[in-house]
């Protein structure tokens, strides 16, 4: 199975700061990488596919970016809306797996 | 608007069984590969199932293979887990998830049910 780390585990930021959570793969993964956001008590939301495709209606300050094992999601100007937790998933190969997820709070 | 309902979740004894359903509207029900992911409480997110989308081939993490199984009926636009033999590193919340590409990202996620396995 795929194992994928997300660092950090936890940050905290304030609203306007540039993010990047990083994720790698035990193994190489081509752009098979897709990121996730959740808010407590909610299911998960698609942000960006593919490593860089944006789902449609997420605003344009998210952004991913990588290829192989190294991949980053970016979020340009942190909103109050955007504290929560994201996880990457790799969709090279079954398993699917996720990542252990990297909580943004307030600073 | 694309639309999952899961239900059926509960408390149930380890050993016992459960059966997960999930109603979909708002999209061509049978033209889409859909998935079951889980969360233990407090935990990251672990893919269970997908099925094709005529139910034909169907997936399974090892750790359910045996015990878990997936099924659609596309006439009523639903999906059904039946889940035996249930331990407790089964609890958690379970999202029927619509899986576009098939084994790729999942754009539509339900709400979740809860499924609890304790004596």
């Known amino acids: 199975d795929i194992q994928m780390t997300q660092s950090p585990s936890s940050l905290s930021a304030s609203v306007g700061d540039r993010v990047t959570i990083t994720c790698r793969a035990s193994?190489?993964?081509?752009?098979?990488l897709n990121w996730y956001q959740q808010k407590p008590g909610k299911a998960p939301q698609l942000l960006i596919y593919?490593?860089?495709s944006l789902q449609s209606g997420v605003p344009s300050r998210f952004s991913g970016s990588g290829s192989g094992t190294d991949f980053t999601l970016t979020i340009s100007s942190l909103q109050p809306e955007d504290f929560a937790t994201f996880y990457c998933?790799?969709?090279?190969?079954?398993?699917?797996?996720f990542g252990g997820g990297t909580k943004v709070e307030i600073k | 608007e694309v639309q999952l309902v899961e239900s059926g979740g509960g408390l149930v004894q380890p050993g016992g069984s459960l059966r997960l359903s999930c109603a979909a509207s708002?999209?061509?029900?049978?033209?889409?590969?859909m998935s079951w992911v889980r969360q233990a409480p407090g935990k990251g997110l672990e893919w269970v199932a997908n099925?094709?989308?005529?139910?034909?081939?169907?997936y399974y993490v090892d750790s359910v293979k045996g015990r878990f199984t997936f099924s659609r009926d596309n006439a009523k636009n639903s999906l059904y887990l039946q889940m035996n033999s249930l331990r407790a590193e089964d609890t958690a919340v379970y999202y029927c998830?619509?899986?576009?590409?098939?084994?790729?990202?999942?754009?539509?996620w339900g709400q979740g049910t809860l499924v609890t396995v304790s004596s």
């Open positions: 998830a619509r899986a576009p590409s098939g084994f790729d990202y999942f754009d539509y």
């Open positions: 708002g999209f061509t029900f049978d033209t889409y590969w």
């Open positions: 099925i094709k989308q005529d139910g034909s081939e169907k």
């Open positions: 193994q190489t993964i081509s752009t098979y």
């Open positions: 593919a490593t860089s």
């Open positions: 998933q790799q969709s090279y190969s079954t398993p699917l797996t």
